[in-house]
């Protein structure tokens, strides 16, 4: 069992036993495998006890190879409060990479897939952009204060308005920040708002750069960068159907929306070559 030390002056119970994923001779990590309601739980507990803020990273299979070429940006991950398992990629890599030798690995890539397609073992999975929602019917419920940071546009403040819809209760502020607003600006708005959850869009590490250079500077409970699911909360691009997501081929409807990201999902097959081959 591994325990993270919070940002306060007690510790945050965040057991990341379950999933050690790794990659190669170099590669390993620990992520958070007690699934949504245990996550939730432990942000609730954060708004009545003495813990200043938790920074939680969402981790998927770009994360990986980003943080496997980028030392500084695995360093930066690896110092992140919490991390969890944002894709099936990784709950599939934690399980073939346990194997030794290639045609061992191949083999149970090839078996834990098809049990993954059919939907076993999500329990462990938190999507990013369903924990959105988890976080605001939270945040509704035990009167924290949500702050909605980037996207593209309004965005942000249509997400936050779209969520308020849902969760009649729910206290939002949002603003586009970085280039229209210096760090600053927002850090000053952030705070005097008093924010409970502050959700940052401003893309895969460009977002935990910005949370890691202005963490000790944000009066917050909860920090999480949410790459682009402003897009989707805003009602401005479409999510995978329910069955699609279950399948864990959300990216592949996402690319099919979307064909001029194409470069981006190369980190897929790379992921699975590592995971197979090592680096």
């Known amino acids: 069992m591994m325990k993270n030390r919070g940002r306060g002056d007690k510790n945050i119970e965040v057991v990341t036993d379950n999933f050690c994923l790794k990659i190669g001779r170099k590669f390993e990590m620990a992520y958070f495998g007690r699934g949504v309601d245990r996550l ?74 098809g049990k993954i397609l059919s939907g076993e073992g999500k329990e462990e999975l938190i999507s990013g952009a369903d924990l959105i929602n988890n976080l605001s019917k939270l945040a509704s419920e035990k009167k924290m204060r949500v702050f909605f940071l980037g996207g593209w546009g309004n965005r942000a403040q249509k997400s936050g308005e779209n969520l308020k819809k849902k969760y009649k209760n729910l206290e939002f502020k949002a603003c586009i920040g970085r280039p229209d607003f210096s760090d600053e600006e927002m850090i000053k708005q952030i705070n005097d708002f008093k924010t409970d959850i502050l959700l940052v869009a401003y893309g895969m590490k460009k977002q935990e750069e910005w949370i890691e250079a202005n963490l000790n500077k944000l009066n917050v409970r909860v920090v999480m960068g949410v790459g682009r699911s402003f897009d989707y909360y805003s009602g401005e691009l479409k999510r995978a159907p329910k069955w699609v997501r279950k399948m864990g081929l959300e990216w592949l409807f996402s690319l099919i929306k979307e064909p001029k990201r194409w470069r981006r999902q190369l980190a897929l097959p790379k992921f699975i070559g590592t995971v197979l081959f090592g680096r």
């Open 40 to 113: 939730l739980k432990i942000i609730e507990e954060q708004k009545n006890s003495n813990y200043k803020k938790m920074w939680i990273v969402t981790v998927n299979p770009e994360f990986i190879m980003e943080m496997i070429k980028n030392p500084v940006f695995e360093k930066s991950i690896k110092g992140a409060d919490l991390r969890v398992i944002d894709g099936v990629g990784l709950l599939w890599g934690n399980e073939v990479s346990k194997e030794k030798g290639v045609i061992n690995k191949i083999l149970k890539a090839i078996k834990v897939g």
